[in-house]
């Protein structure tokens, strides 16, 4: 089965820094790719769709790239609600695996 | 406006069985498929399947063939999971979460927390 290799598993950052998350897929996937994020206790919320696109009341400081197996959330400028696991899904075709995760903390 | 709700926390024994049921309003059920993902004690997300809620045709992942079953009731608009018979390690809160129309997870139900344990 595909997988989806998210990089770094954790990281801590200051606020207001940029922080990259990076997911990889074993295969093509196109831009069928999107970004969740989850807060500790709380149910998980979609940000990104299409690898790229902002889902509706999302922050404007989260952004996506990428296209075929390589792919990058990107926070421009960290802020304490930001803490959470942030995990990526591929969703092309069955399995719509998830990437293992990665925790963000503030510094 | 769309809501998922989910059934509430179990305790079982192994080898029981558990139905957890998500019952949706706010939308058409059928025009939107169903996920479900499985959340063990301080792991990730992991997809255990999706159910086409027009034909109630299901897919299961790897690793979720056999002990588990889901299911619809289009007429209360409410998906269905299904884990016979339990084992310890299916402790974990279970979420419905349905799939926007571009593929990815646009709504959650609130989780059920099903709890395996002699």
């Given at each position: 089965d595909l997988q989806m290799t998210q990089s770094p598993s954790s990281l801590s950052a200051s606020v207001g820094d940029r922080v990259t998350i990076t997911c990889r897929a074993?295969?093509?996937?196109?831009?069928?790719l999107a970004w969740y994020q989850q807060k500790p206790g709380k149910v998980p919320k979609l940000l990104?769709?299409?690898?790229?696109t902002l889902q509706?009341?999302?922050?404007?400081?989260f952004s996506g790239s990428g296209s075929g197996t390589d792919f990058t959330l990107t926070i421009s400028s960290l802020q304490p609600e930001d803490v959470a696991t942030y995990y990526c899904q591929k969703y092309?075709?069955?399995?719509r695996t998830f990437g293992q995760g990665t925790k963000v903390e503030i510094k | 406006q769309v809501q998922l709700v989910q059934s509430g926390s179990e305790l079982k024994k192994p080898g029981a069985s558990v139905k957890v049921s998500c019952k949706t309003s706010?939308?058409?059920?059928?025009?939107y498929a169903m996920n479900w993902v499985r959340q063990a004690p301080g792991q990730g997300l992991e997809w255990m399947g999706w159910i086409?809620?027009?034909?109630g045709n299901p897919t299961y992942a790897?690793?979720?063939?056999?002990r588990f079953v889901l299911s619809l009731d289009i007429s209360v608009s409410t998906a269905y999971l299904q884990i016979s018979p339990?084992?310890?390690?299916?402790t974990a809160v279970y979420y419905c979460a349905r799939i926007a129309r571009e593929g990815a997870i646009d709504y959650w139900g609130q989780g059920t927390l099903v709890t395996v344990s002699s």
């Open positions: 074993s295969q093509d996937i196109s831009n069928y990104i769709y299409t690898a790229s509706s009341g999302v922050p404007s400081r092309n075709s069955a399995p | 706010g939308y058409s059920f059928i025009s086409n809620t027009n034909t790897q690793g979720f063939t056999g339990l084992k310890a390690e299916d």
